[in-house]
């Protein structure tokens, strides 16, 4: 099938963000997507917070299950276990939500081009000329949704604030005797390290620590990977070798020594783990899913998209027709419900701290999630915090907690120094003189007077 023709929009990538944006866009304009693998491909699922079932009904149908219960566990005995508190579940997304978005593209009268690969584009006097594999075409609007390694992105030379990798690789697989107790339907181990992954026993992920996790589907079927949050990305043999390793050999592993793995049931890829920049756009040209860098620093990415992805085609429909498609309104028309600063900040912070954190150090955060800890953290904090729902009062229980347990030495030794204006703003988000005066000490390397009264910063 040739792309040929004339479009209002035409879209690079046929993932997630592609097609839901996709499907919404051709109610009312004609869409070309085109994508260099056979849209669907993916076979994986994802778990999503529930209100966002609530927000999009028709997603529904494509759901199951779903996580019940969060753990993390530490080789140095660090446990927290909890009930899901700010839902009763977060279901699972079947990847058959991007067949249903297909449909929705195809049965409007617009085209999906499979196995068609981007090869350049030109975008002046108002409208974008598409050079690919099968063919050129024209469109009022180019929107990229070709993932991180975007070749448009390199084209514009465009790098978002992602200086850390989540690097993945783990199997969807069978128990033959059905999964083991004490694991239960609907578990999430979040966070498990071992003792024997690194020559240092202190390492960091940064350094080279990999986490175990795993999820529960049904009596007999689980997702278990490892994965590492470092700064380049780990190689895929090395992370199947470490993987294998971890579900055939660590004891604590044991449910997992028998699991069935076939050569359909890997999984492995790469995600940045920045702040979200989203708000980067050229003349008639968009980006979007990890192009746009849609997804949380802790990688929570298709709860991004279904939480906004109608908002946003509603706002960009608006555009086509005032005919704003200029690099500033492109930008300007995003304005989503979940960038607020205080959420993005923390749970950036958040993700370097556990990047950076030492085994001991991970310890005494694993612990602030337990009753009997002196400081105690509610852990439905934990779920507002990846699922970017914390509130201005969660904040300054969360900054207050960690300042109790950790101090400014350690937080100084555990973060990168390029997160010091991030600690600070939290200061400032979170109102409170006490807080300022401690951020403001620590960018300072604890060293200095405090903060004078009325002293401002901006970011």
């Not at 919404?24 to 994986?44: F, H, M, N, Q, R």
């Not at 239960?184 to 990999?210: C, H, I």
């Not at 699991?259 to 702040?275: A, C, H, M, Q, V």
């Not at 992805?309 to 704003?324: F, R, S, V």
Request: with cysteine; net charge negative; glycine share 8%.
């Amino acid at each position: 099938m040739s792309v040929q023709g004339n479009y209002d929009v035409a879209i690079v990538g046929g993932g997630p963000a592609g097609l839901a944006v996709g499907s919404e866009l051709s109610k009312k304009l004609k869409v070309l997507v085109i994508d260099k693998g056979e849209p669907p491909a993916t076979i994986k699922a994802w778990f999503i917070p529930k209100d966002l079932v609530e927000k999009n009904p028709d997603v529904e149908p494509y759901t199951f299950g779903g996580v019940t219960r969060f753990m993390a566990q530490t080789y140095s005995g660090a446990k927290a276990r909890w009930k899901t508190e700010l839902f009763d579940r977060y279901p699972y997304v079947k990847p058959e939500i991007l067949g249903y978005w297909k449909n929705i593209i195809e049965k409007n009268g617009s085209k999906i081009v499979s196995r068609c690969f981007y090869e350049d584009h030109l975008a002046a006097n108002g409208k974008v000329v598409l050079k690919t594999s099968k063919g050129t075409a024209e469109a009022r609007l180019l929107i990229d949704a070709s993932g991180w390694n975007s070749p448009i992105l390199a084209k514009y030379e465009i790098t978002h604030n992602s200086y850390y990798w989540w690097s993945v690789f783990g199997a969807v697989a069978k128990h033959p005797g059905g999964i083991k107790k004490p694991m239960e339907v609907g578990d999430y181990m979040l966070w498990q390290t071992f003792e024997d992954t690194n020559l240092d026993k202190n390492a960091s992920l940064r350094s080279g620590r990999p986490v175990f996790e795993y999820e529960i589907y049904d009596e007999n079927t689980s997702l278990s990977l490892v994965l590492w949050l470092t700064r380049e990305m780990v190689d895929v043999d090395f992370m199947k070798e470490v993987y294998l390793r971890v579900i055939r050999e660590e004891k604590d592993t044991e449910p997992f020594h028998d699991l069935e793995i076939t050569d359909k049931d890997w999984r492995y890829g790469w995600y940045p783990s920045g702040g979200l920049t989203m708000r980067v756009a050229r003349d008639n040209v968009a980006f979007i899913g990890d192009a746009g860098s849609w997804c949380t620093p802790c990688g929570w990415g298709m709860g991004f998209i279904l939480d906004n992805y109608k908002g946003y085609a509603k706002n960009l429909i608006q555009n086509i027709n005032e005919n704003k498609l200029d690099r500033s309104s492109l930008e300007n028309l995003v304005s989503l419900p979940v960038y607020d600063q205080y959420q993005t900040v923390l749970n950036q912070l958040a993700s370097h701290f556990l990047a950076n954190g030492t085994a001991a150090q991970l310890d005494k955060f694993v612990k602030l999630f337990n009753q009997d800890s002196s400081v105690h953290v509610d852990p439905i904090i934990c779920e507002k915090m990846f699922t970017l729902k914390i509130t201005e009062s969660d904040l300054k229980t969360c900054i207050n907690a960690v300042l109790k347990t950790f101090e400014l030495k350690e937080l100084i030794e555990i973060l990168p120094r390029e997160d010091y204006l991030l600690l600070l703003k939290l200061g400032e988000l979170s109102i409170e003189e006490a807080l300022w005066d401690k951020t403001y000490r620590l960018l300072h390397q604890g060293k200095g007077p405090k903060r004078p009264l009325g002293d401002g910063y901006s970011f």
